[in-house]
C-alpha cells in the first residue's frame, strides 16, 4: 500500500519496547482503502536508529474474523500480535471462511521475539473472543495539535 502527502493516517498506534534494547518501539496499523466491504489491516513496526525511525517489520493481516488484526502490543520485550480467528497467524492462512465476519467466537495471540535481524514466533494460543465482535483493541489514534 502506497499512500501520498496529506492521504490517510494510521488507524491505531501503540508504543513499548518489542525489540528488547530498552528503547520504545512503534506498532502502527493503517486501515487498507479498499472499494468492497473487507477491512483489511497494515501494520508497520518501527524502532529507533541513530536516533531517526526504522521500520523493522510490515505485514497485512486479513479481514475481521478472517485474521483480521485485534490488537498488536508489547509484552516484556517481545512483539505480540492478535487476530481474530483460530489458529490465524502472520504468513499462514488468514483467509477461511469458517466464521461470520461480524462476530468470530476466537483470537489467536502469537508472541514474537526480536532476533536482530526479524521477529521469530516464540508462543501461540487461541482464546475465546470475550466480545464476540470483531472490533480491534488497540488504542485509537489522534494527531497532536
Known sequence: MTLKAGEGGPNFINYGDVTGDGIEDAMVALESPTRG???VDYVYIF???????QLVWDFETGDRADGGLRNVYPENGHLVIELFGKGRVIGGQLYRGDEGLCCPSSITRTRYKWTGKR???ISREVLENPTRDANPVMPQYSPRS
Open 37 to 39: 466491504s473487507a477491512v
Open 119 to 121: 521477529f521469530e514466533e
Open 47 to 53: 524502532t529507533i536508529e541513530n536516533g531517526k525511525p
